[in-house]
């Protein structure tokens, strides 16, 4: 008996964690699913996005499903009160530092590609994104005021060689059972961390990963050639924030936001923290009009790296197949499905 915690969170997270809740209550009777307020929903209800009850919860989870958080009403908090970093804080409480972040282009939706469909089709590209360190969370940071009244807004990006080690082993291990090759994305060219961080994946790979094939490409290049030519890449593994960017980039290749799901790992036997790589929307909220495949998609990743339902995740993985290969499309991709009939797609193939 396996647990779940959802996270619904905030604008269309609750919204499309509803039709994974109906597709795991109809795939998997032995997890037990549990809930509890997260980011802007949390902080109306506790005054904080991220209560110790959820964090203690969620480490004692055998998964963790996030839908999404953040938005307008939360915007002028304070920041340690926002809903995103109540996303930061569980994300580090976690250690999951390994974000997998999958670009499909599933056969059905080549046409619903940014790009013409025989530059996206058949595309498989595994975005690791480092997601416990960096910018994101390197000190110094703030906003100062200055002597002469301006303010003065700090960000430290920073990196350790284990820090970078760690999450470069994940990208060579997936790659081996991939097309075996990992493209390292970074700055080395202008910052110190990129060059710390050529330098300790060139290491890493000569030491223990010499069979896989190794690239580096600057990151701005990386965003570039995405466009100009995607099926190049297998294993991308990057940064925080490049990973970030360079996401949401590869999502418009698959047909669209909606359908990005990811997985953050950290160590072997720890909880593992899903969500899709969307936010939460709020021009869209509370109308139905969200995909929930990512979402759902995300589930998948659940049931296959922490839940250990390899075979479930297969079930799942071909029902959402088959939906959009029988015309299942919400209006990001070019349909007119709601939230809830995109989930009975799903459940149909069920
Ligand atoms: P967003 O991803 O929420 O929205 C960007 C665009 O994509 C919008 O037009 C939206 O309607 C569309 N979109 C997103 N998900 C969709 C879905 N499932 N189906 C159909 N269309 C979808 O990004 P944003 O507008 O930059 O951010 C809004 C808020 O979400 C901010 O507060 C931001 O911090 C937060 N955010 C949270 C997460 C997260 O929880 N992991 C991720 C990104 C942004
Ligand atoms: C994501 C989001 C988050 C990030 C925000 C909401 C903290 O954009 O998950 O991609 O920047 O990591
Ligand atoms: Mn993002």
Request: proline share 5%; hydrophobic share 45%.
């Amino acid at each position: 008996m396996s647990t779940l915690l959802l996270l619904p969170g905030d604008g269309i997270g609750p919204e499309v964690i509803e039709q994974v809740r109906r597709v795991a209550s109809r795939l998997a009777n032995d997890l037990t699913l549990e809930e509890r307020a997260f980011g802007g929903t949390s902080f109306d209800q506790f005054g904080t996005p991220l209560t110790e009850e959820a964090e203690a919860v969620a480490l004692a989870s055998d998964a963790v499903l996030m839908g999404a958080v953040g938005g307008p009403k939360w915007a002028g908090a304070p920041r340690a009160q926002r809903p995103e970093a109540g996303l930061l804080r569980l994300r580090q409480a976690m250690n999951v530092y390994a974000n997998l972040r999958p670009a499909i282009c599933f056969d059905a939706l080549a046409g619903a590609s940014a790009l013409k469909p025989e530059f996206v089709s058949g595309l498989d590209i595994m975005i690791v994104r480092e997601l416990t360190g960096g910018v994101y969370f390197g000190q110094p940071r703030g906003i100062e005021t200055l002597a002469d009244g301006q303010k003065r807004g700090v960000d430290t990006q920073v990196y350790t060689t284990s820090e970078i080690e760690r999450v470069s082993r994940v990208a060579f291990e997936l790659a081996r059972g991939r097309r075996n090759k990992v493209t390292s994305c970074e700055k080395s060219n202008v910052m110190e961390t990129g060059l710390l961080w050529r330098e300790v994946v060139t290491a890493l790979h000569a030491r223990d990963y010499a069979d896989v094939q190794l690239e580096h490409m600057l990151a701005d290049n990386a965003a570039m050639q995405l466009v100009k030519n995607p099926l190049q890449f297998d294993v991308i593994v990057t940064d925080n924030l490049f990973g970030d960017i360079l996401s949401d980039e590869a999502a418009m290749l698959t047909g669209g936001i909606g359908l990005l799901p990811s997985a953050a790992l950290g160590d072997p036997g720890k909880p593992g923290l899903y969500e899709p790589i969307h936010g939460s929307a709020p021009d869209i909220a509370g109308q139905g009009l969200a995909n929930p495949l990512a979402a759902i998609l995300s589930f998948e990743m659940a049931l296959r790296w922490s839940l250990g339902r390899t075979d479930l995740a297969d079930k799942l993985n071909a029902a959402v197949k088959a939906a959009l290969e029988e015309g299942a499309r919400t209006r990001d991709i070019g349909g007119s499905l709601t939230t809830a009939q995109m989930g009975d797609a799903v459940l149909k193939g069920l």
